[in-house]
């Protein structure tokens, strides 16, 4: 799966330089500069030490190119790719000094997106002819939501909602002020809202809520049973989705249930780093 990391909403200059500010401050690379000669030169290659799914290479590109516009830099592999460990996925050539500088901001960048990317991977691959697909959600770091969603894409996944905007997710807490699903749902449809996703936790909850307008239900940590008997009662009428406590160990069974997605708050919230490194000559 390739892709350009030309992403709505995301300003990819502006990261790079809020990134490499926070880590120069007022003064910069200190250790560089008291220890590397100015016109010294490396070689260089970043290689992953697991096996991973590849997200990040172009944002890795930019911070080193934001401090050395010339640099020479051959990416090696593309996002999206499955590689073995010790694949190298990028060679560069350039100013020592602007090298180390910029090495931590890409390796933490390519580490954490790549990481969502292979996790991502494995939850597809666990469900791969269930029929079922895989839906990231809302449990993303502040700031980073593009770029992680950017990265579960990488890994196969499919985005939910990218935010509070692009739909309406009706849960417990909104039912309560309403008064029951049924309401809830009707004045989410009065307000002309056309996607309107309902939380239920409990099977006598589906008919109010489609009835009303529902389009999507998210069936709330329910076990396989439930799960089984309100894919039944939903009889197609709208997607379902399963949510709630989904590990790799359970998701295949959730997904064999007959429903339409699984949706897993882990891919982006607690996504281990892969384990890549930047090796210098």
């Excluded at 499955?82 to 090495?103: D, F, I, K, W, Y």
């Excluded at 960048?109 to 494995?122: E, P």
């Excluded at 959600?137 to 990488?154: D, F, I, Q």
């Excluded at 809830?184 to 996607?195: D, E, F, L, P, S």
Aim: hydrophobic content about 50%; aromatic content about 4%; overall charge negative.
């Amino acid at each position: 799966m390739k892709a350009s990391m030309t992403l709505a909403g995301f300003d990819r200059d502006a990261f790079v330089a809020a990134t490499l500010a926070e880590d120069l401050g007022a003064i910069g690379d200190i250790t560089s500069a008291a220890v590397i000669p100015a016109d010294a030169r490396f070689d260089g290659v970043m290689s992953s030490r697991d096996a991973i799914v590849v997200a990040g290479l172009e944002l890795a590109e930019a911070f080193f190119r934001a401090i050395q516009p010339d640099m020479a830099i051959t990416r090696l592999v593309a996002d999206g790719d499955a590689v073995p460990a010790g694949t190298h996925l990028m060679r560069l050539s350039g100013n020592a000094r602007a090298m180390l500088t910029a090495e931590r901001s890409a390796l933490n960048t390519v580490q954490h997106l790549s990481g969502v990317a292979t996790l991502a991977r494995a939850y597809v691959d666990a469900i791969a002819g269930t029929g079922a697909t895989l839906l990231d959600t809302r449990k993303t770091l502040p700031g980073l939501r593009v770029l992680e969603k950017y990265a579960t894409r990488m890994g196969g996944a499919t985005n939910h909602r990218m935010g509070l905007w692009d739909a309406a997710m009706i849960k417990d807490n909104h039912v309560a002020v309403a008064g029951s699903v049924g309401e809830a749902v009707r004045r989410a449809v009065t307000a002309g809202i056309t996607r309107i996703i309902v939380e239920v936790d409990r099977t006598e909850q589906i008919a109010p809520a489609i009835d009303a307008g529902a389009t999507h239900l998210l069936l709330d940590n329910m076990d396989l049973a439930t799960l089984r008997r309100a894919v039944d009662l939903v009889a197609g009428r709208v997607p379902t989705e399963a949510s709630g406590g989904v590990r790799l160990d359970t998701i295949r069974a959730i997904a064999e249930t007959g429903v339409t997605y699984v949706s897993v708050g882990r891919l982006t919230q607690s996504a281990p780093a892969a384990d890549i490194g930047l090796d210098f000559n």
